[in-house]
């Protein structure tokens, strides 16, 4: 098993950048897609971006593409989700989770979240 933590939230203003990271503090990414999620006050969580081990395929959520990309290290066993143009609406709680497959619906293994909040 695998357990992801975030790092890198914190408050931005509207129109900054923020990127966060996500590490495994236990076990290892080799062979997991990892994804991000974000639960937004009041509304479900949804999918953000994701990212396969192998070929780097990635999957995005159509309103996400192109402001927000995801990559990889897995050299350094790590998964990044850099956050350009920031809205107040992007305002959330965002999870990394990882899965062995990269279209899975229900990703195993989650972290705790981390904040993110855009100031307008």
């Known amino acids: 098993q695998v357990l992801p933590v975030e790092s890198g939230g914190g408050l931005v203003q509207a129109g900054g950048s923020l990127r966060l990271s996500c590490s495994a503090s236990?076990?290892?990414?080799?062979?997991?897609?990892v994804g991000w999620y974000r639960q937004r006050p009041g509304k479900e969580r949804d999918l953000v971006a994701a990212?396969?081990?192998?070929?780097?395929?990635?999957r995005y959520a159509e309103w996400a593409n192109g402001r927000f990309t995801i990559s990889r290290d897995n050299a350094k066993n790590t998964v990044d989700l850099q956050m350009n143009s920031l809205r107040p609406e992007d305002t959330a709680v965002y999870f990394c989770?990882?899965?062995?497959?990269?279209?899975?619906?229900?990703?195993?293994?989650w972290g705790q979240g981390t904040q993110v909040t855009v100031s307008s």
């Open positions: 989770a990882a899965d062995r497959t990269l279209e899975s619906n229900a990703y195993d293994y």
């Open positions: 236990r076990g290892t990414f080799d062979y997991y897609a």
């Open positions: 990212i396969d081990y192998t070929y780097g395929r990635t």
